[in-house]
């Protein structure tokens, strides 16, 4: 069965500190990962999706199948980054979606 | 990107009663829509994949008597709460895939709904 694990419930870090958003994955075939933000009092959206390898907003995600893990990095945090993350998996038509983490970037 | 927007935005019902939800693509034809249901601080719960012309299929453990579908047309989807109590008080969220536009998934703007 497919799972999608985000460990962190909450992540404060500094304006300007590295961030890094935990998650990992089962998924018994080859799945595509997304990182999808909910910033305050909108919906979600989008952030980045492994197959694009991009950069968004300055952050960035690997797809590790070894370690079965899809985290998302930016290395210098901004205030404006303070939101909801969720990573999802897709494995054909369906998405299933992490606990979430939210990213409290501190002044 | 495609729009997706949903119905009421919140409502609040006495229990036992129906209540229903709309989710509609402005900009696009969805043959498939899917239903969530947010807890507080926790995840999106897949419930239900809204499948044009024919009969949702609904996820282990969701009572489709409960919450019944309706996806009479491309670019609408229903959901209705039927006999609703205080437990399904909730953030109910509807949402799309576009395949043609990269796949992803885009999301309503969620409905609230509380069941006093």
């Known amino acids: 069965a497919q799972r999608v694990t985000q460990p962190e419930k909450l992540l404060s870090v500094f304006k300007g500190a590295p961030v890094e958003l935990k998650c990992n994955y089962s998924?018994?075939?080859?799945?595509?990962l997304f990182w999808y933000v909910q910033y305050s009092r909108q919906r979600l959206q989008l952030l980045l999706r492994?197959?694009s390898r991009e950069s968004i907003k300055g952050f960035t995600a690997d797809l590790n199948k070894g370690e079965t893990s899809f985290h998302l990095k930016k290395p210098f945090a901004q205030e404006e980054d303070s939101a909801m993350y969720y990573c999802?998996?897709?494995?054909?038509?369906?998405?299933?979606f992490g606990s979430g983490t939210k990213l409290n970037v501190k002044p | 990107g495609a729009v997706v927007s949903q119905h009421p935005s919140w409502v609040i019902c006495k229990s036992g009663t129906s209540v229903k939800i709309e989710c509609r693509s402005l900009?696009?034809?969805?043959?498939?829509m899917f239903w969530y249901r947010q807890f507080p601080k926790q995840s999106l719960m897949l419930m239900a994949t809204?499948?044009?012309?024919?009969?949702?299929?609904?996820e282990q453990g969701v009572e489709k008597d409960k919450f019944l579908i309706n996806h009479a047309s491309l670019t609408l989807s229903t959901l209705t709460v039927t006999s609703a109590h205080p437990e399904d008080s909730s953030f109910y969220i509807c949402?799309?895939?576009?395949?043609?536009?990269?796949?992803?998934?885009?999301f309503g703007e969620g409905s609230r709904l509380t069941v006093l």
């Open positions: 999802a998996l897709s494995g054909g038509v369906k998405f299933y």
């Open positions: 998924y018994s075939g080859s799945p595509e």
């Open positions: 492994h197959i």
């Open positions: 900009d696009f034809q969805a043959t498939t």
């Open positions: 809204s499948n044009e012309g024919s009969k949702a299929t609904y």
């Open positions: 949402s799309a895939r576009v395949l043609v536009w990269g796949g992803e998934l885009f």
